[in-house]
């Protein structure tokens, strides 16, 4: 038997247009060129149809939350001067799902709104109660 391996392209990530998003301080997502549906962070086709028409389009940075956890000890040394810190995952207005920090205190429904912050080179989402 023959195993065929297709290495990868050099620098190349999927993931690419999302990570390029965050330098400039937007949430990127994947929209569906066959059934329009949103979906983050980066597929190679829809999660909801199997299409491979996918577009990148920046989010508003406007959501409501669907869940919350305290992370009281960090996965990694990187996370540790952060803990205690509050994870959400959000729904955008868009309909794409993506997770950041946010403000502790807030709650599942909690209409929230995105910020951005550095820690050690990386930019990383914030998000906070968006005001009324
Ligand atoms: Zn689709």
């Known amino acids: 038997m023959t195993v ?9 990530s999927l993931a690419q247009p999302y990570v390029d998003g965050l330098l400039h301080c937007l ?12 979906q983050t962070l980066a597929h190679d086709a829809c999660q909801h149809c199997g299409a491979e028409q ?3 389009s ?6 409501t939350v669907h869940a919350v956890t305290v992370v009281g000890r960090a ?11 509050t994870l959400v995952i959000v ?3 868009e309909g794409a799902r993506v ?19 550095d820690h050690l080179g990386q930019t990383l989402i914030r998000f906070e109660v ?3």
């Open 27 to 38: 949430i990127r997502f994947q929209t569906c060129g066959a059934c329009g549906r949103a």
């Open 99 to 117: 997770m950041g920090h946010a403000s502790p205190g807030i709650k599942i429904g909690d209409r929230v709104v995105a910020g951005f912050f």
């Open 4 to 12: 065929k391996h297709i290495p990868a392209t050099p620098g190349y």
């Open 130 to 132: 968006a005001p009324d």
């Open 58 to 63: 920046d989010s508003a940075g406007l959501g």
């Open 75 to 85: 996965p990694s040394e990187a996370f540790r001067p952060l803990a205690p810190y």
């Open 54 to 56: 996918l577009s990148w």
């Open 91 to 93: 729904t955008l207005d």
